[in-house]
């Protein structure tokens, strides 16, 4: 029998798992559309729970990284993916309830996907924020349940030293993805501020902007370095015949 070719993984490429389609719902009363994307024939050593972009900007559970995470890491990295919709936020995937609260009362959906991995018993939780999502991360993700966190293009906007301070004293991993071109926050500016979590780790991204367009491979492989370094570097190409 013939093996069949290689799948050389492109911008649009989506590799096999098992995805299933969620509702979160808030302590405060509201229903978060989610997806789940799991290894298709083995168990996740670690959890990607994905908190996007600002979505009075079009961001979404769907933003591009994002979505190139679920359709690849369960199947080259044996990652699990938790995206979902923060409150009036719609995608492809739908809209949730409620309106966009400047992150105040977002607080409710961060604590609802992190409820839902604890309870489903989701293996080894890290967050994922980018941009806005990296705010709500450091606001209100530091939770017993998280290993840790990695933020994406972090604009500090929302964020305060008093949200610091916890990360900081939980000793949890941080670390931050800067692009050396970023709109808000740049890597020199970056090391300064993250300076008070003594182990956060500030990575610059030569020649990348706040987007990180035409850097996604970058990214994916900073993530499965700290998440399943035994899957790192992450191959540009899938063979259907592999386990």
Known sequence: MVNPEPIQIRGTTVLPSRRQALVLSTAD?????????????????ATLICVHPLPTQ????????????????PALADLAVLRFNTRGTES?????????????????????????????????PWLVGWSFGTDLTLKYGCDPVIRGAILISP???YTTPADLTPW??????????VPEFDDYLRPEAAGERFAMIPQAEVVAVA???????GHTERVLDEIVARLNPAAFPLPSSYSPAQP
Do not use: C, W
């Open 168 to 177: 900081a004293e939980s000793g949890k991993p941080v670390i931050a993805l």
């Open 92 to 124: 492809e995937q739908g809209r949730s309830s409620g309106t966009f609260s400047e992150a105040i009362e977002e607080r409710f959906d961060v604590a609802a996907a992190i409820e839902y991995a604890e309870f489903s018993e989701l293996a080894e």
């Open 29 to 45: 009363g509201h229903e978060l559309v989610a997806e789940l994307a799991l290894p298709a024939q083995r168990a996740a050593v």
């Open 207 to 213: 020649g990348a902007k706040h987007l990180f367009v």
């Open 58 to 73: 079009g961001g979404m559970m769907d933003s591009h990284l994002f979505r190139k995470a679920a359709n690849r890491l």
């Open 155 to 157: 604009p500090l906007r």
